[in-house]
């Protein structure tokens, strides 16, 4: 089965029929939607090491950029408002690009071990020096960029697909199943270099770049 197939498809449009699939939201994930940081908010923020931010162009072409530092990498600068620092990466900015034309974005937020996610939507803005940069430093480094997320929307969702998916459960994790980095990057990348060069370059020289 492919794409090709898709005339025996049978695809939902109608909001009406999509309800009655799905049924009628549970009256509790309903409610949960808040405007405002939590304390607990704060607390899961101040421990969650890493987040996935979505962004969409004007014309609605999507993105979902990941961001990974210590604990805390969401930084808060009120009850309304976070920060995100961007570190030295592969300089594409596709993420960046699109809130300059559209800033509605999408952020969820993990802890590894936790099965539920935090879940933040607001409006953001890229800003390139603040006094809060100080408060980022990592290993010495400010970050070079900042997204700052006004917020509109926060709450946690529950943890079911963490559980269906079991991705905390090492006896579950086949990282070998796959070839390495270099090899699937030599594989579906126009390169120049070699497997063995790229071996190398993704090797322990790779993660004292991360900064």
Request: proline share 8%.
């Amino acid at each position: 089965m492919n794409a090709a197939d898709a005339h025996q498809w049978t695809e939902v449009t109608d909001p009406a029929k999509l309800r009655e699939i799905v049924g009628e939201v549970n009256p509790r994930a309903a409610r949960k939607e808040r405007p405002r940081l939590h304390p607990r908010d704060r607390q899961w923020l101040a421990v969650s090491p890493y987040c996935v931010i979505a962004t969409a162009d004007a014309e609605g072409n999507c993105d979902a950029s990941p961001k990974g530092d210590p604990g805390g990498i969401v930084h808060v600068l009120d009850d309304t408002t976070i920060a995100v620092p961007e570190r030295k990466g592969n300089r594409r900015v596709d993420g960046y690009r699109n809130v300059l034309s559209n800033p509605h974005v999408g952020l969820l937020s993990i802890v590894p071990g936790r099965r539920e996610t935090l879940r933040i939507n607001g409006r953001a803005r890229v800003v390139s020096d603040a006094p809060f940069f100080d408060d980022m430093v990592v290993k010495g480094h400010k970050p070079i960029l900042a997204l700052v997320v006004e917020i509109e929307t926060i709450f946690f969702h529950c943890g079911k697909a963490s559980m269906r998916s079991e991705i905390w459960n090492p006896e579950t994790w086949t990282p070998e199943a796959l070839p390495s980095h270099a090899q699937m990057v030599t594989e579906t990348q126009p390169v120049t270099e070699t497997l063995e060069a790229l071996t190398e370059y993704y090797g322990a020289q790779y993660e004292k770049q991360l900064y």
